[in-house]
């Protein structure tokens, strides 16, 4: 908690001069949420109004109009991730250079403290990082939120007899998510310690390369250098695997939740108590909902 503390000052800290920038990018990402929550409406209304009632005319009126919507939602995107680029990096920027200033002030014995390649790690990585969090934190942190509550909120309204569906998928992959989060952070933890490792060792070699020579240590040298590739590796692939079991994961959940929703919101259609396209957009929100979550789980990781 301590940290998350430290870092919050930080970036605030860091983005006071790029409010502006940050605000833009607010409003467009509410716009293109927006847009994007509006489209499945869109959709229902010229299967149910449309297609069903052979009205061509209301077809091409309401097609016409979904793709200004769709146009407008592209141009807000596009405009949301460049200014918060823009804002991201000019904070990096910044950043890296008061840290870069910071530790040309440090004595030799503060640099022995934090070691100098933890120290080039904070400059780079750790400063990358950090400018990835701003970048994903303007675009997603704004867009996951509005758009899982949107949609639920959406679904409900459009088809409240399979508002069921949305109750038992969002917990069952809440859980997942959350379990497969919670294993993936002390290995990002333990991954930078690897890093830090791996910078130290390659930078003493680097710098004393004539003594290594002198003193015939090349091969002592060279397992030491494997020896902390290797640890690296091994939790970059623990990383992965997790990694690549997420994504089936949330496809599972995602799949199965519109087989329900195709079997069960059949049944309604059938019995006259759901249009189809009000079945439509009931799936196109519930993948909202669902995309949703899973860009929530990239924020947490983050």
């Known amino acids: 908690c301590y940290f998350l503390y430290v870092l919050i000052r930080l970036i605030r800290r860091c983005l006071r001069p790029y409010v502006g920038l940050l605000l833009c990018v607010l409003v467009l990402q509410f716009a293109q949420v927006m847009a994007s929550l509006y489209l499945p409406t869109l959709n229902a209304d010229i299967i149910d109004e449309g297609v069903a009632?052979?009205?061509?005319?209301?077809?091409?009126?309401?097609?016409?109009?979904?793709?200004?919507?769709?146009?407008?939602?592209?141009?807000?995107?596009?405009?949301?991730?460049?200014?918060?680029?823009?804002?991201?990096?000019?904070?990096?920027?910044?950043?890296?250079?008061?840290?870069?200033?910071?530790?040309?002030?440090?004595?030799?014995?503060?640099?022995?403290?934090?070691?100098?390649?933890?120290?080039?790690?904070?400059?780079?990585?750790?400063?990358?990082?950090?400018?990835?969090?701003?970048?994903?934190?303007?675009?997603?942190?704004?867009?996951?939120?509005?758009?899982?509550?949107?949609?639920?909120?959406?679904?409900?309204?459009?088809?409240?007899?399979?508002?069921?569906?949305?109750?038992?998928?969002?917990p069952v992959l809440l859980v997942a998510v959350g379990l497969i989060v919670g294993r993936m952070l002390p290995l990002f933890r333990s991954y930078q310690d690897r890093l830090d490792a791996i910078n130290r060792v390659m930078r003493e070699q680097l710098t004393g390369i004539r003594v290594i020579r002198a003193f015939v240590r090349e091969q002592a040298e060279r397992q030491r250098f494997e020896g902390a590739n290797t640890d690296i590796a091994r939790v970059g692939e623990g990383v992965g695997r997790l990694f690549v079991l997420l994504f089936p994961l949330v496809m599972l959940v995602l799949d199965v939740t519109?087989?329900?929703?195709?079997?069960?919101?059949?049944?309604?259609?059938?019995?006259?108590?759901?249009?189809?396209g009000t079945l439509i957009a009931f799936m196109s929100y519930l993948m909202q909902i669902l995309m949703g979550i899973v860009m929530a789980s990239f924020m947490t990781i983050m």
Do not use: K
């Open 53 to 170: 009632t052979g009205d061509a005319g209301y077809i091409w009126r309401m097609g016409v109009f979904m793709l200004v919507v769709s146009v407008g939602q592209g141009v807000c995107s596009v405009a949301a991730t460049y200014l918060a680029a823009r804002a991201a990096m000019s904070m990096g920027r910044d950043l890296r250079g008061e840290v870069f200033d910071r530790v040309s002030g440090f004595c030799e014995r503060e640099i022995t403290a934090f070691g100098a390649g933890s120290l080039i790690t904070r400059n780079t990585n750790d400063v990358q990082q950090v400018q990835m969090l701003v970048m994903m934190g303007a675009t997603m942190l704004v867009t996951a939120p509005v758009m899982a509550v949107g949609g639920i909120i959406m679904a409900i309204t459009r088809a409240p007899g399979l508002s069921w569906l949305v109750g038992v998928s969002v």
């Open 258 to 276: 519109i087989v329900g929703v195709i079997w069960f919101g059949g049944h309604q259609v059938g019995d006259g108590d759901v249009e189809v």
